[in-house]
């Protein structure tokens, strides 16, 4: 399972998903750093097609965890290539111009 967040600021919708077991940690890798804050993150639990789903309505998004990209993925709104690691974990982030 993984939690689910959407940000409505304005005309944007930000998603913002994450694995579950990831929520309250930090991790780095060289410069980069980033923490998993209930605040950001923690939402309602979710399953892959609840993610997928608020990803195709998505303007922006921020995607931590194996199962939260794989989602991202499989929509199709990130590609593989584009994914980065911090501290051994995925983590994607999508914006929507349009």
Do not use: W
């Amino acid at each position: 399972m993984m939690y689910l967040k959407i940000h409505n600021m304005g005309s944007e919708i930000m998603v913002a998903a994450c694995d579950r077991e990831l929520i309250g940690k930090t991790f780095s890798e060289g410069e980069l750093r980033i923490h998993v804050s209930k605040e950001f993150y923690k939402g309602k639990s979710a399953t892959d097609a609840e993610v997928i789903e608020a990803l195709q309505k998505a303007t922006i998004a921020n995607l931590l965890g194996e199962r939260a990209v794989a989602c991202a993925i499989k929509s199709g709104v990130i590609d593989q290539d584009n994914v980065i690691t911090i501290g051994g974990v995925p983590h994607a982030q999508m914006v929507r111009m349009q």
